[in-house]
């Protein structure tokens, strides 16, 4: 292989990918919106990886838009992702005005239950 071969940047959509399931609208749009990422800073490994995550969640979207499906999880991620692809840092969540005891709660929620302790139904 020649020095041109083994520099040359990896194309942001193969030739597979120039099919006729580019017709949804999500998928349009995130189609776009990377392309405009990419001529600002080309992507470039991990983020290449992220743009097709990116353009497959559109595709589902569109697809449980049609069968009239819910999309909300989908969309989500999608917009995570495509944040991660812009550089956006999430926001730090203010938090202040939870009361204590709710804040209890939601760390003891989020931590994994201990098998090697009793329950309180269980203990003696």
């Known amino acids: ?30 189609i776009e919106a990377i392309q405009k ?10 983020q290449l990886a992220l743009a097709q995550l990116c353009r497959s969640l559109a595709r589902n979207i569109d697809a449980g838009n049609a069968k009239g499906r819910a999309i909300a999880n989908e969309s989500q991620q999608l917009d995570t992702l495509l944040d991660k692809l812009a550089g956006v840092e999430p926001e730090d969540v203010d938090d202040s005005d939870i009361p204590e005891q709710t804040r209890r709660l939601m760390d003891a929620l989020a931590t994994p239950p201990r098998l090697d302790t009793p329950t309180a139904s269980y203990s003696a």
């Not at 292989?1 to 349009?28: I, R």
């Not at 990422?37 to 490994?45: D, I, R, S």
């Open 1 to 30: 292989m020649s020095d041109a071969e083994n520099t040359a940047q990896p194309t942001l959509w193969g030739p597979e990918d120039q099919s006729q399931f580019t017709s949804n609208p999500t998928e349009k749009a995130v």
């Open 37 to 46: 990422l990419n001529e600002t800073k080309p992507l470039e490994g991990m």
